[in-house]
């Protein structure tokens, strides 16, 4: 479904400072998966572990699959003393990075080789606190660009893609590039200082302006005529409530539906993404090559191809970047089997590459965009968790059987083409929805348009 955007208005809307300020937040979100995605991977590989090994040590990422549970805290807990000073999002946000701070500190000093265990308990508690920030900035860019603005939902979710990627991609570039000359250790301890930068970032935005509280005394309000107890009322507000609107307003078909197709379809990239650093070492590149390409050539077509899709999104709808973007996907991932077929050939890697980054960034700004659309005023932060923890939950949960797969294949271009496949059942309900996301983004805009005009 097209919108009314001309293409000079479309370009023009860039300009919102609230969207640098999604990205500047967005560049938080990314960090921890270097320190215990991309980085620890390479780091594992060099240590000598084997890749099954490597791909159970991704488990700690389980802990973003469920941080729905705890998600509805983010809602309704003001923060003693950082609360007054940054409000409800950011006081959380700063929270967790400070978290982070220390861990990665504590994970600058091991050795993974000689103490496995700890360095596992320091990764879990970087993505304890990596899953709890993102429930934060995920309600903060929701927060600041509610459904009801639909044509700026994709430009959101491309700010807060390339924020993430920029946070993911940069200091994943210079911790292999360095990696050889100062070891590990000391890339970690140069992660600490970034980790200081991200901190910085979060007390220069400014706290996004909402009726959150507002509807949820009225929610609040309609329980306690029910239950008759200020504490009963608080435990169904905060964590019935949420989850009761979300079927409410979309039906429980409908809903299930959703949700089936949120897990489903990121599956495939993540199977890949895990054993990516496995397969670029095992194939023969080099850390410095795996920085070049895979990180700094790939940051900088995730922002182009970004910005590009968010643009698509904007001018054709959410629905058809997601079919493109889906079907794109699991094409690129036939890309490495050809790799894998060939060897190491650097031209062919920057072409990979390339492609990657395009299908990632198109699929992955109409996905954020989907789950926008679907989420509330009055709990968008633990609705948001939930459609993001099923979707985390198909990429860290099974996605940790893939190092174990491909020593059962022992075939990398069969592993490359097994991933490509599993996009097709998530294409096949999202096509079966298509009427109901046309009729919700219709909907949207239209309560947009009488808001502007009673205003």
Known sequence: MSTTLSWKDTFHSYLDKRLLWVFMLACSSGFPWVLIGSNMSGWLKDAGLTRAAIGYF??????????????PLIDRVKLPLLYPLLGQRRSWIFLCQAFILVFTLLIAGTHPATNLMMTSMLALGIAIASATQ??????????????QQTSKLPQAAAMAVIGWWTGYSLPGYFAFMNADSMGWNGVYYGMAVVVGVLMLFTLF???????????????????????????MTFLSVTVIEPFWDFFKRNGVQVALTILLFVFLFKIGEAFLGRMSIVFYKEIGFSNEQIGHYSKLIGWG?????????????????????????????AASNLMFAWIAHVGPNEHLFLATILVDNFTTAFSTVAFVSFLTLLTG??????????????????????????????DILNDWSTFFIIT????????????????FFDHVSDKHRSKAKVKREKS
């Open 58 to 71: 991704g488990s700690v990422f389980t802990v973003y699959a469920f941080n729905f549970l705890w998600a």
């Open 134 to 147: 993102d429930i934060a900035i995920d309600a903060y860019r929701i927060d600041t660009f509610p459904r």
């Open 205 to 231: 935005v400014g706290e996004p302006v909402t009726e959150r509280e507002t509807l949820q005394k009225q929610a609040e309000n309609k329980y306690n005529k029910v239950l008759k107890s200020k504490m």
């Open 301 to 329: 077509a995730t922002i182009f191809f970004t910005l590009l899709g968010s643009v698509f999104n904007v001018k054709f709808g959410i629905v058809r970047g997601l079919m493109i973007g889906g079907t794109a996907m």
């Open 377 to 406: 005023s009055a709990f968008s932060a633990t609705q948001y968790a939930l459609l993001a923890s099923l979707g985390n939950l198909g990429r860290t949960t099974l996605a940790s059987f893939s190092g174990q797969l491909i």
């Open 420 to 435: 490509a496949l599993m996009v097709i059942p998530s294409l096949i309900m999202l096509y079966s929805l298509r009427h």
